[in-house]
């Protein structure tokens, strides 16, 4: 039985005060699936859960429509239990095949009051459960004269099957539920557009810091084979910091895109911070005498061995210290590491220096990833993995502006396992 075609309010006019009451929840329910939900996952259990409910079913069942293959497959169904089956995409209907198949070619409802007597009926979903469909409404959903999909519900509950009134509230239900899934579906869409943009930026940056990190190394490279083939001295000097630079610099980029790819526990040991933020320092010696940074580092409030992951405590330090040398006047700059214990079992550490400073207007974005002012001479992933490594010791990380006048970043890191 096909839906009948009389005047769509004629219906409404003849319905007994419960079943009005009925058209209005369903219409209250469809409506808060409409403006509440844009999951599409969170969406279509919903939409199966209130279906059951507004059509006074025992299990319901969604297809929806491949217009590539224009074929529908089973999405999501719900049995009386309540409990999700697993359904999902292995059977596939055509248009026109099955009850489904007819309710999507006909674009209307059917009507199915016993299923044994109707030969598209498909015994499938039962064949996998204890379930016994007896009779089930398959509701075509079409959103701006698009097939999105079919609704079946099934087995009307207390014995009796589906009646007109739970065809037409069941239609109205249904448009409401198919504009409400095509657009959680567009929202889909342009999210994943968005991110392939953003990750194609990425991809763009990342290769263009690496491609001038290799032509450092390879203009140091020739001047090696200049300076040995000609055996001077002189350009193996010049060329020689310049090559290690580059080495250290394509390292960092990858412990920094290792440290940022992929959340990680933090291996607490009790840690030797001081020489932490001495290794660190070391690695720079080079960078700071060329650049006469006044270097300055105070431990001596530091009165614990705290419980750190050091070599991502190492890689902070690092990340801090690169940032405020690349800050710092070419002449006169000054930086200031200091490392101290605090109540309640906390470490603080500080990285302040003489530059420019960080604009308010940019003191948050400067954590986030691939966010950097160097151009092509950073990466902007150095921040965002200080931070990610600050909060996955259940830290946090703060930029302020330092007596000196430049950067202040304060990193509170909290270290319950602390030996003295
Ligand atoms: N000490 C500082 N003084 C002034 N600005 C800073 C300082 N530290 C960071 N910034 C700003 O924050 C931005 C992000 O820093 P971040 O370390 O994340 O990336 P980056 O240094 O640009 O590149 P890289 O990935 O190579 O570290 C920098 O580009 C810079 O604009
Ligand atoms: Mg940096």
């Not at 096909?2 to 058209?23: G, N, Q």
């Not at 996998?128 to 009307?156: C, H, M, Q, W, Y």
């Not at 960092?252 to 990680?264: G, I, Q, T, W």
């Not at 400067?366 to 996955?392: N, Y």
């Amino acid at each position: 039985m096909t839906s009948p075609t009389h005047d769509k309010a004629s219906w409404l006019a003849d319905a007994a005060p419960d079943e009005l009451r009925r058209i209005v929840v369903a219409l209250y329910r469809a409506h808060r699936l409409v403006s509440a939900i844009t999951d599409l996952d969170v969406l279509l259990e919903r939409i199966l859960e209130e279906s059951k409910q507004v059509a006074q079913a025992e299990a319901c069942s969604l297809l929806l429509y491949d217009p590539d293959s224009e074929e529908l497959y089973f999405q999501v169904a719900l049995g009386e239990s309540g409990d999700l089956q697993t359904l999902k995409r292995e059977i596939r209907l055509k248009v026109g095949q099955g009850i489904a198949g007819a309710a999507a070619a006909a674009r209307e409802c059917v009507n199915v009051i016993d299923v044994g007597q109707d030969s598209r009926f498909y015994d499938f979903a039962d064949q996998r459960s204890n379930f016994r469909t007896r009779n089930l409404l398959a509701v075509p959903l079409i959103d701006r004269d698009e097939l999105v999909g079919v609704l079946e519900v099934v087995n009307k509950v207390g014995g009796a099957h589906f009646t007109g009134v739970d065809l037409h509230v069941m239609e109205m239900f249904s448009a409401l539920t198919a504009s409400a899934l095509a657009n959680a579906r567009l929202i889909e869409k342009n999210l994943r557009a968005e991110r392939l943009a953003a990750l194609g930026q990425a991809v763009a940056g990342m290769s263009h810091h690496t491609k001038n990190i290799l032509a450092g190394m390879t203009g140091s490279v020739d001047l090696i084979d200049q300076g040995l083939s000609q055996g001077n001295q002189e350009f193996l000097h010049q060329s020689w910091p310049v090559f290690k630079r580059c080495t250290e610099r394509i390292s960092n980029f990858v412990e920094d895109m290792l440290a940022y790819s992929k959340p990680r526990v933090p291996m607490r040991r009790p840690c030797d911070l001081n020489s932490v933020i001495q290794d660190a320092c070391e690695t720079f010696q080079g960078l700071l005498v060329v650049k006469k940074v006044g270097l300055t580092v105070d431990t001596s409030r530091l009165n614990r061995r705290p419980s750190l992951d050091e070599r991502a405590i190492y890689r902070c330090v690092l990340n801090l210290l690169t940032n405020a040398a690349d800050a710092v006047p070419r002449e006169g700059g000054r930086i200031r590491i200091s490392a101290y214990s605090a109540s309640g079992n906390v470490v603080w550490l500080e990285v302040a220096d003489n530059g420019s400073g960080v604009p308010e207007a940019i003191r948050e974005s400067v954590f986030d990833p691939f966010f950097s002012t160097k151009g092509s001479d950073g990466t902007g992933l150095g921040l965002a993995v200080t931070r990610k490594i600050a909060e996955e010791h259940g830290g946090s990380i703060v930029v302020e502006t330092a007596p000196e006048g430049g950067a202040l970043f304060r990193m509170c890191l909290p270290c319950e396992h602390t030996t003295e």
